[in-house]
Nanobody, 127 residues
């Protein structure tokens, strides 16, 4: 069973919204944090947001704070990334990943803290 699957990526206009979904294996959200990362062409992977339903801890990068919101539904084994007021610089492949632990740091989001990754979903924001 694939541990994480992203969906919801699309081509949108600047200012529009998208809601990305990360579907995880049952019971994952009780024991692991879930992070959203993105990678734009020619750029390093960037941590976007993190959620731990088990601890209530979260993280959101300054670059998306106020525009992106992370949430989860344990019963449906899903984590969402609601993205509003999208900008061309948000264009990237978005990945969700399962943390080794249960917590999200409130100060940083590092991909080395995550051990299983989805294949990504492409978001393109045109100006």
């Amino acid at each position: 069973q694939v541990p994480l699957v992203e969906s919801g990526g699309s081509l949108v206009q600047s200012g529009e919204s998208l809601n990305l979904t990360c579907t995880v294996s049952p019971d994952t959200l009780n024991y692991h944090s879930i992070g959203w990362f993105r990678q734009a062409p020619g750029r390093a992977r960037e941590g976007v947001s993190c959620l731990s339903l088990g601890t209530g801890s979260t993280y959101t990068a300054d670059s998306v704070k106020g525009r992106f919101t992370i949430s989860g539904d344990n019963a449906k084994n899903t984590v969402f990334l609601q993205m509003n007021s999208l900008k061309p610089e948000d264009t990237a492949v978005y990945f969700c990943a399962r943390g080794f632990g249960r917590w999200c740091s409130s100060r940083y989001l590092m991909d080395t803290d995550f051990g299983a990754w989805g294949k990504g979903t492409l978001v393109i924001v045109s100006s």
